[in-house]
């Protein structure tokens, strides 16, 4: 597809249970960022790879959470026990230029529900 | 804590009117100002940016304006439609990493 397309739309999982969270990026698009958006706040930065590496993982909250781009493209973003304060919609962006005007384009998240 | 916020949560504008908002920072080092536009149930959406030089830069139907001396953004919307309402965001850019405020609802009157 022409956007960056994220797997699944929705996750409801139990506390302490394992999550994984995809995004497929716009071809070609060597940034990719990992965003948590909670309801009625702005997206919180996560990750950033440029390329297959994590340039910047100071946003990630513990060490339940991990990342990885293995071949530069696809991103799976990992979370271990989850707990309810997990729940949140995981926004995941990709752009050519990280260091240009700003401008990411953002799949439409995947919203995880931790009962 | 953040670095951009808004300063109102909700706007109501009248189909028709323009609409403007705002937004204060506390970083002087951002490279760019940008605005998205979010809808429910989708991703931000990038709206239009400018520049941490410049004052004023114009698109379609939008303009924003940056003043440096205070520390504001705003954004301004021409003859706001009903496909406007959404909640707007504005975000600064310093090297790679975009940084988001909380975001205004606005709601378009028919």
């Known amino acids: 597809g022409a956007g960056v397309s994220q797997t699944p739309s929705n996750k409801v999982t139990e506390k302490g249970k394992y999550v994984e969270l995809r995004c497929d990026p716009i071809s070609g698009h060597t940034a990719l960022y990992w965003y948590r958006q909670s309801l009625g706040q702005g997206p919180e930065f996560l990750i950033y790879?440029?390329?297959?590496?994590?340039?910047?993982d100071s946003g990630l909250p513990n060490d339940r959470f991990f990342a990885v781009r293995p071949e530069g493209s696809v991103s799976t973003l990992k979370i271990q026990r989850t707990e309810r304060g997990d729940s949140a919609v995981y926004l995941c962006?990709?752009?050519?230029?990280?260091?240009?005007?700003?401008?990411?384009?953002f799949g439409e998240g995947s919203r995880l529900t931790v009962l | 804590g953040e670095s951009v916020g808004l300063h109102l949560p909700t706007l109501s504008v009248q189909e028709g009117d323009n609409s403007i908002i705002n937004c204060a920072y506390s970083?002087?080092?951002?490279?760019?100002f940008i605005w998205y536009k979010q809808e429910s149930g989708k991703g931000p959406q990038f709206i239009i940016d400018i520049r941490s030089n410049m004052d004023k830069r114009q698109g379609q139907r939008v303009t924003v304006l940056l003043n440096k001396t205070v520390k504001h953004l705003s954004l301004q919307i021409a003859a706001t439609q009903p496909g406007d309402s959404a909640v707007y965001f504005c975000a600064e850019l310093r090297d790679y990493k975009l940084s988001f405020g909380a975001g205004t609802t606005v709601t378009v009157r028919a």
């Open positions: 970083n002087s080092a951002s490279d760019y």
């Open positions: 790879f440029q390329g297959t590496g994590a340039a910047d």
């Open positions: 962006a990709s752009s050519l230029n990280p260091r240009g005007t700003g401008e990411l384009f």
